[in-house]
């Protein structure tokens, strides 16, 4: 089975602080994506990565910043935290095809 | 992609078939569809895909109009675990980028 691990369920942090998102695939994925998902609009998309040091913004990039060194690896940088960044964020990867995409358990991230 | 409707909510006895339909009246000829689940608090979990040709795999059963533009899953004996909110999405092959999660269907499983 795919593992989509996220490195934390439950984050709090400080309004201005850099936060750090990290997410591990075990299943050689090329593509990796980071999203957000907040009460009645869904899940939006950050980020997205095609292969290592690839990176392409989604939806809603802006205050966010991803780094992909490795294939297994996406991180996903809050350059400085606000209070409207507070969120579910979520990992997932999949293949280039018809193939599902894959997500992890996400982070809930408080900025307070 | 094309868009999808479904409707807001459903109940389900336990143990008895949940059939969840989705409308996808637009899609296209190159378009998939897809099924997740979303638990309170937790990720969404894959379900089933399909193009024409009906799926069948160990948590459901996915049933796609002739035309393609409505299609059920199926699951066969539902438990109060299945309670969740279920999204139908369409996506292009060449969209990997493009998995779009509409407001889904909550499915409340009833003892």
């Known amino acids: 089975d795919v593992k989509v691990t996220q490195s934390s369920r439950y984050l709090v942090k400080r309004t201005g602080e850099k936060v750090f998102l990290e997410c591990v695939q075990d299943?050689?994925?090329?593509?990796m994506f980071w999203y957000r998902q907040d009460p009645g609009l869904g899940l939006r998309l950050i980020y997205f990565?095609?292969?290592?040091?690839?990176?392409e913004k989604g939806d809603i990039p802006e205050g966010y910043s991803v780094s992909r060194e490795k294939k297994e690896r996406f991180s996903l940088i809050l350059e400085s935290a606000s209070t409207n960044q507070t969120s579910m964020y979520l990992c997932?990867?999949?293949?280039?095809?018809?193939?599902?995409?894959?997500f992890g358990d996400g982070t809930r991230l408080s900025i307070l | 992609d094309a868009k999808t409707t479904q409707p807001p909510s459903m109940d389900c006895a336990e143990g008895r078939a949940a059939n969840l339909p989705c409308n996808h009246s637009?899609?296209?000829?190159?378009?998939?569809v897809y099924w997740y689940r979303q638990i309170h608090s937790q990720g969404p979990q894959y379900i089933i895909h399909?193009?024409?040709n009906n799926e069948t795999n160990e948590m459901a059963s996915l049933i796609i109009t002739e035309d393609r533009k409505s299609s059920t899953l199926i699951l066969p004996h539902a438990t109060l675990r299945d309670t969740a909110v279920y999204y139908c999405?369409?996506?292009?092959?060449?969209?990997?980028?493009?998995?779009?999660f509409g407001s889904g269907t909550k499915l409340n499983v009833k003892p």
């Open positions: 999405i369409v996506r292009a092959i060449y969209n990997f980028n493009k998995f779009y």
């Open positions: 997932a990867s999949t293949v280039q095809g018809a193939g599902p995409q894959h």
């Open positions: 637009t899609i296209s000829g190159n378009e998939y």
């Open positions: 990565s095609y292969d290592v040091k690839m990176k």
């Open positions: 399909g193009l024409k």
């Open positions: 299943m050689d994925h090329e593509n």
